[in-house]
């Protein structure tokens, strides 16, 4: 399959332009301060939310925790997350606390893609 094929069979939205029209349409004054973010390939998890917390502010206990039933994260981010509870030697518990999870998930998590850390 050719390279152009693959790129158009990328599963999930396309953040990059998602965030270009936003910043274009309500926030024009921020655009050269997230243009290197916007100009990635592909933009990770912890990039997502930081931009969303720089433009629109940090959310209140209420909201984040609304927030957090919907949320879901790709592999890449798993295994970063994974990797740094390696690093600072966290348990299941302080990690599932550091990012705002359930112990449960961490832990099948760890079980999924405990080989690939």
Known sequence: MDKKAQKNRRLGPNYQR???????????????????????????????KTLNESLFGIKNKEQQS???????????????????QKEHKLNNAQLAKHFKLSRNTVSSWIRIFGKLV
């Open 18 to 48: 998602i965030y270009h029209e936003l910043i274009q349409k309500k926030f024009p004054e921020s655009l050269k301060e997230h243009e290197t973010l916007l100009k990635k390939e592909h933009l990770t998890y912890f990039e997502i």
């Open 66 to 84: 609304q927030e957090q039933r919907y949320r879901a994260y790709d592999k890449q981010t798993i295994l970063r997350m994974l990797r740094y």
